[in-house]
């Protein structure tokens, strides 16, 4: 079993950035894939970043260039630096883990509760 918890998010202009957190428990948090998805109302839930065990990382089109995913082992955390965000990245944004598998599909083993982000103009 692995719990989830994210931090970092809140209210943020345009132009400007955040970084989420995603602390795991668990001792073997550095054989997972850690991923991070994002829903906006009435939307569906989207891939945004995910990062392998072995260090392989994956943006969506949309977040490449501004979105930086990175992982700490020692600290049982990964984290995902936004910068220059856009009114379009308001959502509330989840952390998930999973073994192995397609990174940018929705099946992760394990989820998080979200944290929200609010990007106004």
């Known amino acids: 079993q692995v719990r989830l918890v994210e931090s970092g998010g809140g209210p943020v202009q345009a132009g400007g950035s955040l970084r989420l957190s995603c602390a795991a428990s668990g001792r073997t948090f550095s054989s997972y894939t850690m991923g991070w998805f994002r829903q906006a109302p009435g939307l569906e839930r989207e891939f945004v970043s995910a990062?392998?065990?072995?260090?392989?990382?994956y943006y969506a089109d949309s977040v490449k260039g501004r979105f930086t995913i990175s992982r700490d082992n020692a600290k049982n955390t990964v984290y995902l630096q936004m910068n220059s965000l856009k009114p379009e990245d308001t959502a509330v944004y989840y952390c998930?883990?999973?073994?192995?598998?397609?990174?940018?599909?929705?099946?992760?083993?394990?989820w998080g509760q979200g944290t929200q982000v609010t990007v106004s103009s």
């Open positions: 990062i392998s065990w072995t260090g392989s990382i």
């Open positions: 998930a883990a999973r073994r192995g598998g397609n990174v940018y599909s929705r099946s992760y083993d394990y």
